[in-house]
């Protein structure tokens, strides 16, 4: 059973950093993607940035510079190191995973909620000014 659990959320001032964490576990064996993504109530879920089982980072515009997706394969765990937050970013945040197909992660046209089989529950950021 593949399980996704995020951590590490909080409310923090504006210009502030946070570092959010995904344990992970049943996906070992498999290729693998994974992946964060964001959503604001009314609006659609979107990508922040994603990591090939090959370490290939792939970042939206908006994290380029500021975000930073990395994992720790000897933990299981998956990080998004956030800094300069503004708030604009507060959002709550979603670890997902693809399994399979290489360990490829989709291309930035294709950094879609529907390509991601699995999900965490999510972490509330809350930036404020």
């Known amino acids: 059973q593949v399980q996704l659990v995020e951590s590490g959320g909080g409310s923090v001032q504006a210009g502030g950093s946070l570092r959010l964490s995904c344990a992970a576990s049943?996906?070992?064996?498999?290729?693998?993607?994974m992946a964060w993504f964001r959503q604001v109530p009314g609006k659609e879920r979107e990508g922040v940035a994603s990591i090939d089982s090959d370490g290939t980072t792939r970042y939206l515009d908006y994290a380029k510079g500021r975000f930073t997706i990395s994992q720790d394969n000897a933990k299981n765990t998956l990080y998004l190191q956030m800094n300069s937050l503004q708030p604009e970013d507060t959002a709550m945040y979603y670890c997902a995973a693809r399994l399979g197909r290489g360990g490829y992660c989709p291309t930035s046209s294709l950094f879609w909620p529907a390509m991601f089989g699995y999900w965490g529950r999510g972490t509330q950021v809350t930036v404020s000014s």
């Open positions: 049943g996906y070992s064996n498999n290729a693998h993607c």
